[in-house]
């Protein structure tokens, strides 16, 4: 596959990282926006002040079969993604920022004023990092969820504390609920499949698949002792900020944010209608204190600026907040927010990334529903072929350690055993390394 990135941007030096080993990879862009990170890859780099036709001919766009606008200005981005589809009818991936140019221009395909000149995708990276959010601090404890079959299944990670019952234990020992299955553990930074005599250990990171029901029993006997978080504090009233305030009000949560700026807690005020707004510094420990912050259930401080959000996470965390959900922007700074005891890190960039992967990626029959554990992990559905001759899982021999946790079958969401019969048709649900996921989906994919 060949792709054409708009823009030496971060996200354009991620998506490189990600793709340039089996994709041909051209970046568009002045030469002094040409980092060490992408000097090192194996890419084409073209020095353009703009993108021009003349431009995407050098590219060779003809030839091209995704081409991604991620510069650091919306208004070019779109008009870069219409010039390239006038040009020929490839597939456009453009980047803003702002949420009228995802929601109001009526530029994407399946929009009522497209025309004949549309993008195909629009990515916003803070609405897919507030939807992020949302889905992992409304589960008590979770360090992420997903969910699957329209929400009857489920992903869930949860870290293993030291004064856990199932420290210590074999996995073939848990007495898990039937309908859920342990799929993965990061230990020391590595993740891995277990096995049936793989020793569970403290501060193990363990992902779980199943029945949504089934995986809030394991929650309960397991991970905590109530099912919802009841009062949530957001340092930052930004877009994110905003966005998670409003999904969070129809879920009946107390909700309070903290907000610097002036003129953007009145803005807020007026469009949230049961949030309480504090005008003041995240880092002020003095008012962290007066407002009643420790007794909050979770601190998510989600600011545009890394320092601050590691500050603003750090004295909560002082205070005995148990649950710190910290937005990182910078992807190398990641590892830094998980050392010093950061709960759950969160990025705008690998959100997207996410996205662009399961955009392009797609095989004829298979996708990626989602990636865990900064990209370390990846789920994938697989639709089986109809001519697909049935066999029980336990005589499927996989080239890979994976394990299929999900099966989707018409209606039925079903947890396989050893002895589930896989069938034509079916849509299986499968975790694995991301090592390894080339090679699963390479032994799935239609002939």
Not at 13 to 40: G, P
Not at 44 to 56: H, K, Q, R, W, Y
Not at 295 to 318: F, P, R, Y
Request: charged share 30%; aromatic share 6%; proline share 2%.
């Amino acid at each position: 596959m060949k792709i054409i990135i708009y823009g030496a941007s971060e996200i354009s030096t991620l998506i490189a990282k990600e793709f340039h080993q089996i994709h041909e990879i051209t970046i568009i862009d002045k030469e002094e926006k040409k980092t060490e990170d992408l000097s090192r890859l194996d890419i084409c780099f073209i020095n353009s002040e703009a993108l021009t036709i003349d431009t995407l001919k050098n590219a060779n766009i003809k030839s091209a079969d995704a081409f991604i606008a991620a510069s650091a200005i919306d208004e070019v981005n779109i008009l870069a993604c219409l010039t390239a589809k006038r040009m020929y009818p490839v597939k456009t991936i453009c980047f803003v920022s702002k949420e009228q140019y995802k929601t109001s221009l009526g530029l994407t395909r399946d929009s009522e004023y497209a025309g004949t000149l549309f993008i195909d995708h629009i990515i916003w990276p803070e609405e897919l990092l507030t939807k992020e959010i949302f889905q992992i601090v409304t589960i008590e404890k979770a360090l992420d969820a997903e969910n699957f079959a329209n929400g009857r299944a489920r992903l869930l990670e949860y870290k293993l504390e030291n004064e856990s019952i199932l420290v210590g234990k074999k996995v073939r020992e848990c007495d898990f609920p039937e309908e859920c299955l342990i799929v993965g553990i990061t230990r020391n930074d590595e993740l891995f499949i277990p096995y049936g005599e793989t020793v569970l250990e403290e501060n193990d990171k363990l992902i779980f698949m199943g029945l949504s029901a089934q995986l809030s029993i394991l929650a309960a006997r397991f991970f905590h002792e109530k099912d919802y978080t009841k009062s949530i504090t957001i340092i930052g009233g930004g877009n994110v900020g905003l966005m998670l305030a409003k999904n969070l009000e129809k879920s009946k949560v107390h909700i309070k944010i903290i907000e610097k700026n002036l003129k953007r807690c009145e803005y807020l005020a007026e469009n949230l209608s049961n949030t309480l707004i504090i005008n003041g510094d995240g880092t002020d420990l003095e008012l962290l204190t007066q407002e009643e912050i420790p007794s909050s259930d979770a601190v998510i401080s989600v600011t545009n600026n890394d320092e601050k959000n590691l500050l603003c996470s750090l004295l909560a965390k002082q205070l005995g907040v148990k649950r710190i959900v910290s937005r990182v922007s910078k992807d190398v700074n990641i590892p830094l927010f998980d050392k010093v005891g950061i709960d759950i890190t969160v990025s705008p960039k690998l959100a997207a990334l996410h996205e662009i992967k399961n955009t392009i990626s797609q095989e004829q029959n298979i996708d990626i529903l989602a990636t865990v554990e900064q990209g370390k992990g990846e789920v994938l559905e697989i639709n089986i072929e109809s001519n697909f001759s049935e066999i029980k899982l336990m005589e499927l021999k996989l080239p890979r350690r994976a394990i299929i946790g999900i099966i989707h079958r018409n209606n039925r969401v079903i947890i396989p055993k050893g002895d589930t019969l896989i069938r034509a048709e079916d849509k299986l649900i499968i975790f694995t390394t991301k090592e390894s996921a080339p090679v699963i989906k390479e032994y799935f994919k239609v002939k």
